[in-house]
C-alpha cells in the first residue's frame, strides 16, 4: 500500500500549482521584495478575517510574541504565565524580552489549566500567555476573568489555531495581541517562515510596525533601535492567496478529524473532546496512548507517518535548567508527554487513509 504522509506538501503544490506561480511570478516581475504592496493587502485581509483593527505581518510567530510584549512594556523583571508543553518558541520568546516565563500545568485537552494559572499569579505577573495548542482554544473565558482581576495583559500564542473559535469568537481577538504563525507546516502556510499579529489597539499596531525595521519611521529617522522582523513581500503574496483557501483546508482537515473519532477505539485512544463552545481547526490531531512509542514503530512499518508533539516538556528542556524545575513539578503535562502521538490529518487524506490509520491503530492494541 502507498505511504501515508504526515504532512504532504507536495500534493498542495500540485492543488495550487497554477495559481501559485502565477502569485509568485507577478511578485517576481514587480521586483517589490521588501515592504510591497501584498503586505500591506495581506495586513489589511487579516484585520478584515479576524473582524479586528489592525494586523501587522512579521516573519515569525516567535517575533509576533516577543514583539508583542516589547510594545506591552513587559521586561525585566516581570514574569509572564505560560503553559509547559508549548512549543519553546512561547517561553524562548519571554526570556528573549528579559521576562521570566513562568510555567504552569495543563488539563487533560492539553490547554492551559486556569486553576493553576491563578495560583502563579505574583505582584510581579504582568500578562498570560495562553497558547491555544493543537488548533483547540483554552478556556478563555476564564482566562480573559483572571486578567481583568488582576490587572494583567493577554498575549494569545494562536501560532496552531488560524481560524479556531471560543463561544464563536475567533482565536487571537480576545486578549491585547494575537500571535499567529505562518510556517509551511501551519494550516494558513508560507513557503518559508513566516507570522503576523492582530490587535485591536491602532497604537500596538504603529509601534509593531516601526519595530519590524529597526524601528524607523523613515528611511532617515530612526525612533527607537528596533529589529528586523519584516514578512517578505513575495511570502505575504502567497499568504493572501491561501487566505482564500483557509476556510476548504479547515473543512477538510476537521472532516478527517471527525472520521477518526468516529473509528478509533476509546478503549485504547483518548482522544479530547470537543467541547460545544468551541470549534477545532485540528492543526494537529494528537491522541494520547500507553506503549506510544511501540505504536508509531507500528505505524511505521506500515508507511503511516505520525509526530509527536512534544516528547520533552519545555521544563525538563536543557535550555531551561536556570528556571530551577524537576521532573514531577507538572504532572499532567509530564504524562501527556509520555503519551501522546500526533496521526496524520493533513488536507490531502481521503476517507479510505484515515480508515486505514484509525484501523491499524486499533489492531495494534487488540492483539
Not at 4 to 29: H, K, M
Not at 72 to 92: K, Y
Not at 172 to 183: P, R
Amino acid at each position: 500500500m502507498p505511504p501515508i504522509p504526515y504532512v504532504n506538501l507536495s500534493a498542495q503544490f500540485e492543488e495550487e500549482r497554477e495559481e501559485l506561480l502565477a502569485v509568485v511570478t507577478a511578485a517576481l516581475q514587480r521586483a517589490d521584495f521588501v515592504g510591497g504592496a501584498a503586505v500591506g493587502g495581506l495586513e489589511r485581509a487579516l484585520a478584515d478575517f479576524h473582524g479586528v483593527a489592525e494586523a501587522v505581518a512579521l516573519n515569525s510567530g516567535t517575533d509576533a510574541l516577543m514583539l508583542a510584549m516589547m510594545v506591552l512594556g513587559i521586561g525585566r523583571g516581570d514574569e509572564v504565565i505560560t503553559p509547559a508543553n508549548s512549543f519553546v518558541a512561547s517561553t524562548a520568546s519571554v526570556v528573549h524580552v528579559g521576562a521570566t516565563p513562568v510555567l504552569v500545568d495543563v488539563l487533560p485537552d492539553q490547554n492551559l489549566d486556569p486553576d493553576a494559572v491563578e495560583r502563579a499569579i505574583t505582584p510581579r505577573t504582568r500578562a498570560i500567555m495562553p497558547v491555544h495548542l493543537t488548533g483547540r482554544l483554552a478556556d478563555m473565558d476564564r482566562i480573559m476573568a483572571l486578567a481583568e482581576r488582576h490587572g494583567l495583559a493577554v498575549i494569545e500564542d494562536a501560532a496552531q489555531s488560524v481560524g479556531s473559535t471560543w463561544r464563536g469568537r475567533l482565536a487571537g481577538t480576545f486578549g491585547d495581541v494575537g500571535c499567529f504563525s505562518a510556517h509551511p507546516l501551519k494550516n494558513l502556510n508560507a513557503c518559508g517562515d513566516a507570522g503576523f499579529l492582530v490587535t485591536r489597539r491602532a497604537d500596538l499596531a504603529e509601534r509593531v510596525r516601526r519595530l519590524r525595521s529597526h524601528g524607523m519611521v523613515d528611511r532617515n529617522t530612526v525612533a527607537e533601535f528596533g529589529l528586523v522582523s519584516r514578512l517578505d513581500t513575495l511570502q505575504a503574496a502567497i499568504l493572501l492567496m491561501r487566505l482564500k483557501r483557509l476556510p476548504g483546508v479547515i473543512e477538510r482537515r476537521r472532516r478527517n478529524a471527525a472520521l477518526y473519532r468516529e473509528l478509533l477505539d476509546p478503549a485504547h485512544v483518548f482522544v479530547p473532546p470537543c467541547r460545544e463552545e468551541e470549534f477545532n481547526t485540528f492543526h494537529t490531531f494528537v491522541v494520547q496512548v500507553d506503549r506510544r512509542d511501540e505504536l508509531q514503530a507500528h505505524l511505521a512499518a506500515q508507511g503511516i507517518g505520525t509526530a509527536i508533539h512534544y516528547p520533552v516538556p519545555i521544563h525538563l528542556q536543557p535550555a531551561a535548567a536556570g528556571l530551577g524545575h524537576k521532573p514531577g513539578d507538572f504532572p499532567v503535562t509530564e504524562a501527556q508527554a509520555r503519551r501522546i502521538l500526533t496521526l496524520p490529518v493533513n488536507q490531502f487524506l481521503g476517507a479510505d487513509d484515515v480508515t486505514r490509520v484509525a484501523r491499524a491503530v486499533n489492531a495494534f492494541y487488540r492483539s
